[in-house]
């Protein structure tokens, strides 16, 4: 079959470029195969291998300017326009190189492709494919990193993916991503690892010291992480070298690196060499510290050299290629002093070194040779090859895009799973995750992020850490292990146990969770595998400095997972010995507690109640200690119903007598009123990660939610009605107005949090992320600043309450207020809104009686009170993790797919401009997806 495929500079050094050229140097034996690079950077390709294949390309930016590579009569000036305009196949974002002048030549060249098979190799490509490609060719894209870690790059994945015919990932664990995020709009599905290159002869005697890395310099790469951890054991092995192939953006920063720890002599940066082959022979160890990878064929090229190879743990690739023990060693990802660890383990030992060598060598091609991929290949062409012609394979591909669709994705925006940071179960432990699968009777358990999970929608942040303590401890119980809790503010639960006592806890959680799919992340293991093991395979554990046990849950939907950042960590303590000056017992993994970074016993006298149940505890985490947060803190909603009638013909009729048109336009304000349900899943975002807040007060005009669950004891409606000083203001339509009455609120505690229906808190938080122990309030600055100019009668209502508040301000206090604040839940204090509705009763009066946005209103709740708070002591400044995405703008869509599988923030608000460019009802679609999607959980807050 005559096979293409598509890169995007076919001439270039880089991983996906050398992947390709091995894998078409693989099937051209027994396959018509061609590349097609879109541009042409070189006059021949770095590969060599690439040299082999035939090559097609379509712009040449080899001379001064891009040209078309086919015959064209197009001049120069022509050319010069095209490519300084952008792309429109392809978005900047995705791969910012393309042009016009690509989005041509591409799309006569793929229109017209006769071939079989298509592999794309990146997701802008693949985009490219599924909109130009005629039907009848198999359209495959190759993905050639850790696709749920590619940030914009990765935009197109989810979008595209229906509409090709097969996907094909490097590792089990991104594609078991592809399948909890596609669902049933996913295409062929498959993981094929990359082949050891054919004809790789070279093989290291390992007699040299040598330590080789060859990377990118980039940051994912963490080159630094290996400089220092080199640097760590230099002394400890004289005449030991680093020598680093490759270049990049970071190049300048190691160089710095390298000379402060005076390793210039010892660490060489090599610039990149079209030969490694050859320096793969002269290594003795190699070294893979990165964050991200998806299967590094510099890893391939390391062991088929017959040198080991040390690496992070990360979520892919490493753990799939090196089998720890056996032909390299695994360390903790990011943990430098293990990775230290791990290489000199292997520098001072000659014969370990040259055993796993030897492993390495014979082991790689017996899983990773050409012939052994290549027939995978080929079987997954055939089989696609076959059906072209069916008519049911368009039908599906229509199918699966509606699907997509259906399921709220859009243009910009598509569902996506969480990512996983531990990478997935061995074939060992996998075999008998199988068999718990095969022997479970409930049905429940699927795999997800490379381990068994069940599948649950209704389990709680809280409710699922306090069950990985429940388990852990109920284990200890029962094999009486005497445990303490270490009181945290965090989302998790740690105890402490003996260090004695280690191979007891194995065998009691082994025992007693043995055929149960809970598992125990190994901290800082010396010698096992770091990861995540079965409970009962504890007993193999050996030494290592703690566990966290954790049970993993994922929803119906795939897109909330509970893992190990909720698990019960088991941390095993050491006391000091009489040689130390401070007695007492300290922890191996982590340094400190709330109380220190030692106890004075493990003998418990006091206990800690965690939901229902009382655990034991030292009498000093019963204090109350100085970063305590012990007062009450509620949260306040304004919210409105812009569907209800009776409230839109209040709203008329009020607009009729103040003068107001009430068919719509900018001054409509029906954008600040648009209620798309998002008030249910900010309180389900206060459920999921605020389990500490008090009450709720929601803030209406006489309307209550259908779905509301008004019964549950922390949740009150309150009326304008009950708020507003003179009833003769109602009713109002003004936010400003409402939020000046907020501290009126009857039962109110005096600290609380005012958030926005589009507001959403998106990780675990604490009291103290927004207010200090002594009752300081915090505040979150913008950037935005508010403009210096006079107010104007046309001023956009946001800035000319913002002049106001700068107005009032200057005159009483001297200074100038410059700046407005994020879109966050707002820490207020009672009485300091109090205070300005009685110092400044004219300006808030005011702002009360207007029925609508004036330019004469105050911000209070929003800015003034910061300001205020912060110029009479009661607020300071702070930081917050936050996004503000705005639905209207289709460039922000994709942002919540990012932030789907990320969940990188800890709130976020999801605003609209007036002038949207998204429709209104795509708007609702993809906001309900994505908040049913973030959130699946019901809160208590809601009817049963």
């Not at 991983?15 to 021949?44: C, N, W």
């Not at 490694?276 to 290594?283: L, P």
């Not at 009776?646 to 001054?667: F, Q, V």
């Amino acid at each position: 079959m005559k096979i293409t495929f598509l890169l995007t500079w076919g001439d270039e050094m880089g991983g996906t470029e050398m992947a390709a050229y091995t894998q078409a140097v693989h099937l051209a034996p027994r396959h018509d195969v061609e590349v097609i690079s879109v541009f042409k950077t070189r006059e021949e390709p770095f590969f060599g291998s690439g040299r082999a294949i035939s090559r097609r390309y379509l712009v040449d930016r080899t001379g001064p300017y891009g040209k078309p590579v086919r015959a064209s009569d197009l001049d120069e000036q022509a050319c010069r326009t095209l490519t300084s305009l952008p792309s429109e196949l392809i978005k900047p974002a995705w791969e910012p190189t393309f042009d016009r002048l690509s989005d041509i030549e591409m799309s006569a060249a793929l229109g017209s492709l006769e071939t079989d098979v298509l592999i794309t190799t990146t997701p802008a490509l693949m985009a490219a494919a599924a909109d130009l490609v005629p039907s009848r060719v198999i359209t495959v894209h190759q993905e050639h990193r850790v696709s749920q870690m590619r940030g914009a790059s990765g935009e197109p994945m989810l979008v595209y993916a229906p509409r090709v015919d097969a996907v094909v990932s490097l590792t089990e664990s991104t594609n078991d991503w592809f399948v909890d995020s596609l669902g049933e709009a996913a295409p062929v599905l498959a993981a094929i690892p990359n082949a050891v290159p054919s004809g790789y002869r070279p093989r290291s005697d390992l007699d040299g010291k040598a330590i080789v890395l060859a990377a990118r310099m980039t940051p994912e790469k963490r080159l630094d992480h290996a400089i220092e951890a080199f640097a760590s054991i230099a002394d400890q092995h004289p005449g030991w070298v680093m020598r680093i192939f490759g270049d990049g953006p970071q190049e300048v920063r190691l160089r710095r690196i390298i000379e402060g720890l005076a390793l210039h002599d010892r660490v060489h940066l090599m610039g990149r060499s079209p030969d490694m082959e050859q320096e793969w022979a002269k290594a003795a160890l190699a070294v893979l510290p990165s964050r991200y990878e998806a299967f590094g064929l510099v890893q391939l090229e390391a062991l088929a050299a017959g040198v080991p190879v040390v690496a992070y743990d990360i979520v892919t690739g490493p753990a799939e290629i090196i089998r720890h023990g056996v032909d390299g060693l695994l360390a903790p990802a990011g943990d430098k002093e293990s990775l230290a660890v791990a290489m000199s383990k292997l520098m001072e030992d000659d014969d370990l070194r040259r055993s796993y060598g030897k492993a390495a060598r014979q082991g790689v091609y017996e899983r990773f040779g050409a012939d052994k991929i290549t027939e995978r290949w080929e079987e997954l062409f055939t089989r696609l090859v076959a059906r072209r012609d069916d008519p049911r394979r368009l039908a599906e591909r229509a199918d699966r895009t509606a699907r997509r669709v259906a399921a709220g994705g859009s243009r910009s925006f598509n569902v996506a799973a969480p990512i996983s940071v531990l990478s997935g179960s061995a074939d060992e432990q996998k075999a008998r995750e199988v068999l718990l699968q095969a022997q479970d009777r409930t049905g429940t358990l699927v795999r997800s992020a490379g381990r068994l999970a069940e599948v649950r929608d209704d389990v709680l942040a809280p409710r699922m850490a306090e069950w990985n303590l429940e388990i852990a401890t109920d284990a200890l119980a029962a094999h009486h292990i005497p445990y303490v809790l270490l009181r945290e503010n965090g989302a998790s639960h740690r105890i402490a146990v003996e260090v004695e006592r280690r191979e007891q806890v194995f065998e009691a959680l082994a025992t007693e969770l043995h055929g149960k799919p809970v598992y125990a992340e190994l901290i800082t293991p010396r010698g096992a595998a770091p990861g995540a093991v079965l409970a009962e395979r504890l007993r193999e554990a050996g030494d290592v400095a703690g566990l966290r046990v954790f049970k993993p849950l994922v929803t119906e939907s795939r897109t909330l997972r509970y893992g190990p950042a909720f698990g019960c960590t088991i941390e095993f303590w050491t006391e000091n010995d009489e040689t130390e000056e401070l007695p007492g017992w300290r922890s191996a993994p982590r340094g400190t507690t709330l109380i220190g970074p030692r106890v004075p016993s493990l003998k418990a006298d006091a206990t800690l109640r965690v939901g229902e149940r009382d655990h034991p505890t030292l009498a000093p985490f019963t204090d109350r200690l100085m970063w305590d947060i012990d007062f009450p803190v509620d949260v306040v909603y304004t919210w409105v119903d812009d569907t209800d009638p009776r409230w839109r013909e209040r709203r008329d009729n009020a607009k009729r007598a103040a003068g107001i048109d009430t068919d719509g336009g900018a001054n409509s304000g029906d954008v600040r009123f648009r209620n798309r349900d998002e008030l249910r899943y900010s309180l389900r975002s206060l459920a999921m990660y605020a389990p500490w807040v008090r009450n709720v007060y929601l803030v209406t005009d006489d309307q209550t939610p259908a779905w509301l669950n008004t019964e549950h004891p922390g949740i009150k409606v309150v009326s304008h009605r009950e708020i507003f000083a003179d009833p003769d203001r109602l009713p109002t339509f003004n936010s400003h107005a409402i939020e000046s009455q907020l501290h009126r609120i009857e039962g109110l505690s005096e600290h609380f949090l005012y958030f926005n229906d589009d507001v959403f808190l998106g990780q675990p938080l604490t009291a103290r992320s927004f207010f200090h122990s002594n009752g300081m309030a915090c505040f979150f600055r913008s950037p935005t600043a508010i403009p210096p100019s006079e107010l104007s009668d046309d001023e956009e209502g946001y800035f000319a309450a913002g002049k106001n508040n700068r107005a009032l301000l200057q005159r009483h206090f001297g200074y100038t207020a410059t700046h407005s604040f994020l879109h966050t839940p707002h820490p207020l204090r009672r009485s300091v809104l109090a205070e300005i509705a009685e110092k400044f009763p004219e300006e808030t009066g005011a702002t009360a009686a207007n029925r609508f946005r004036e330019s004469t209103d105050l911000s209070i709740v929003s800015s003034l009170h910061h300001h205020y708070g912060y110029l009479t002591g009661r607020s300071v400044p702070s930081t917050i993790s936050c996004a503000y995405i705005n639905a209207g703008d289709y460039s922000h869509h994709s942002r919540l797919s990012r932030m789907l599988a990320t969940r990188s923030h800890s709130v976020f608000c999801i605003g609209e401009s007036p002038d949207a460019e998204v429709p209104a009802d795509e708007q609702d679609r993809v906001l309900r997806a994505f908040l049913g999607a973030y959130f699946p959980v019901r809160s208590p807050y809601e009817k049963g």
